[in-house]
């Protein structure tokens, strides 16, 4: 297992000194210790001896070839890319808080532990539901406390804080992204754990909500409606530093039966006659789907004209249609969810794209590498494809369950299709009892190396400047202090350490203004770049760490 050096601030990370690329394999030696075989002559090479010099030249007892210390590349290998998720529900209280009776204290131990468990399995992002039911997991004037919270809908914690505030510090400062997680159109359940704020839209306006089975839900077909969630979420990203917004795969709501098996509409008879009545042409099924397109346009727009930095992502179903490909069989989340998700990613409404590929590679009929495969094929405006991974069935119980090596090999048939870049895990709980030994499976293998988030080059992209990094050399220690022109601060610094067998890779929040080098790791060399919002980085500058005496007045190479 590769060591790892944790600091307050972030993961050290050992990278191979022949670099990286797409391919995350664990660390070798840049030179092997000793040498395998003899570089051949030249005039031997093509196969052509020349028995002149060799009936000249006695033959010698062969030598021991001389021991060799592994040395590092004399330039850092590039960083490694690839978005590593996991979702952290609060519906139903499944992943966070545990319970509803917590105190503030009790849960924000809960959420620097997810934190902490996210940084030492190198996650990179973590998706945080704030609106599970038309209510809010942060301070909003829109919609009510979230029951799940406090217990009572409306009810603000005591002692006060915000949590979507305080998840987004405690990601920041671990370098890892944070993606405000947003239910469009459930609005709770009928026989919730509390009554109903006064807030809340069955309330202050119940024409737009419906009872659909057990759910309560926002009629898709109302023009209100829509406007409520694009407020909403503009809101959130006005007055929060998110990294992202994300949608799940509720937009119409799953079927409901009746006792008998018959499905039960979706009770939006009104909505869609007041749509015929103004001139509406389209049928049932394509007016719903036409909602859901235009309400998914309306935040990929409203987002990004919010902050252009911003990515917008939706996590489908991860089947289209079945028959798309031929092999694949299973639910209609076009027919029956009323979701084109592949006019989403067509389009380019979407920054990055997360189908639910909740299957085992051997399921035939919704085969993981089939389906991402058809959906890398729809990506023709190249966004990024991070698929879903039911991660928490790896290593459990019954009969939907897989082995954890499965799991592993979803990662690596996601690693090897072309066009995609990165997973999300589904969800952190079985990450914080480590089911199955399945963190340890996943340190030691795929995620034994840190990696940022892919760049995003479609949004607003002007690279950071170079950074001006600075040596202040000390009796006890070195410290490397951070700096840009302008003394504007990156999104993130990274910073790698060049030792005799491998580069070690920081990754450091934009805020840091100067770091410590471990005296024990006698690094010759740092290299600094800086990363911007959307992940593209800098030229790096780098400084030798040899003794002043060894090298140049600036300490430059």
């Not at 033959?59 to 590039?78: F, K, L, N, T, Y």
């Not at 991974?389 to 690693?415: C, H, K």
């Not at 499976?441 to 002007?462: D, H, I």
Request: overall charge positive.
């Amino acid at each position: 297992m590769t060591s790892v050096r944790r600091t307050a601030a972030g993961v050290l990370v050992l990278a191979s000194a022949l670099g990286c690329g797409r391919q995350l394999a664990p660390i070798v030696p840049a030179v092997p210790e000793r040498p395998t075989a003899a570089v051949p002559n030249r005039d031997t090479a093509g196969g052509r001896l020349d028995s002149s010099a060799a009936r000249r030249t006695p033959p010698r007892r062969a030598m021991p070839a001389p021991r060799q210390r592994p040395v590092a590349s004399a330039d850092a290998p590039p960083m490694l890319r690839e978005f590593r998720g996991v979702w952290v529900a609060t519906v139903g209280n499944m992943d966070w808080p545990s319970k509803r009776t917590l105190s503030t204290a009790e849960q924000q131990a809960e959420l620097r532990a997810i934190f902490d468990r996210a940084q030492a399995l190198k996650l990179n992002a973590v998706i945080f539901q704030v609106r599970p039911a038309a209510d809010a997991l942060y301070a909003s004037t829109l919609e009510p406390w979230s029951e799940f919270l406090t217990g009572t809908q409306g009810k603000r914690p005591e002692p006060f804080w915000d949590p979507l505030a305080f998840a987004i510090e405690e990601a920041h400062t671990r370098g890892i992204e944070l993606h405000a997680w947003f239910n469009p159109y459930r609005a709770g359940f009928v026989n919730g754990k509390s009554p109903a704020a006064a807030s809340h839209l069955r309330r202050s306006n119940p024409l737009l909500v419906k009872q659909y089975g057990p759910y309560l839900w926002m009629d898709p077909g109302e023009q209100a409606v829509r406007a409520r969630t694009v407020r909403v979420v503009v809101d959130v990203v006005k007055r929060y530093d998110v990294d992202g917004i994300h949608l799940d795969d509720y937009f119409y709501p799953y079927p409901e039966s009746d006792r008998r098996g018959r499905v039960v509409p979706f009770p939006d008879a009104t909505s869609y006659a007041r749509y015929r009545k103004a001139g509406g042409t389209l049928d049932k099924a394509d007016w719903r789907r036409d909602n859901v397109n235009t309400l998914v346009r309306e935040l990929d727009e409203a987002v990004h004209k919010a902050k252009p930095w911003v990515r917008f992502g939706i996590s489908p179903f991860g089947i289209w249609r079945p028959g798309y490909p031929a092999q694949i069989k299973g639910f209609d989340a076009y027919e029956r969810l009323y979701a084109d998700a592949r006019k989403w990613l067509r389009e380019g409404w979407v920054d990055y794209f997360t189908p639910q590929l909740y299957w085992p590679t051997t399921k035939m009929a919704q085969s993981y590498p089939v389906l991402l495969d058809w959906w890398a094929g729809e990506n023709v405006l190249q966004r990024h494809l991070w698929p879903g991974n039911f991660t928490s069935l790896a290593g459990g119980r019954g009969s939907t369950a897989f082995p954890v090596s499965d799991l592993l090999e979803q990662i690596r048939l996601t690693r090897l299709q072309s066009g995609a870049s990165g997973n999300v895990h589904f969800s952190m709980t079985s990450f914080l009892k480590n089911q199955a030994g399945m963190n340890d499976t996943l340190q030691e293998g795929p995620y034994a190396a840190a990696a940022l988030p892919p760049a995003s080059p479609w949004l607003p992209n002007t690279p950071p400047p170079a950074p001006v990094p600075l040596l202040q050399r000390g009796r006890e220690s070195t410290q490397l202090r951070l700096g840009a022109p302008g003394r504007t601060a990156p999104w993130q610094w990274v910073v790698r350490l060049r030792t005799d067998t491998a580069w070690i890779t920081m990754i450091l929040p934009g805020a840091t203004d100067r770091w410590p080098i471990p005296r024990e790791l006698a690094a010759t060399k740092v290299t600094v770049s800086a990363v911007n919002r959307v992940g593209i980085e800098s030229s790096p500058v780098s400084l030798s760490l040899v003794p002043r005496s060894t090298t140049s007045p600036t300490g430059r190479f």
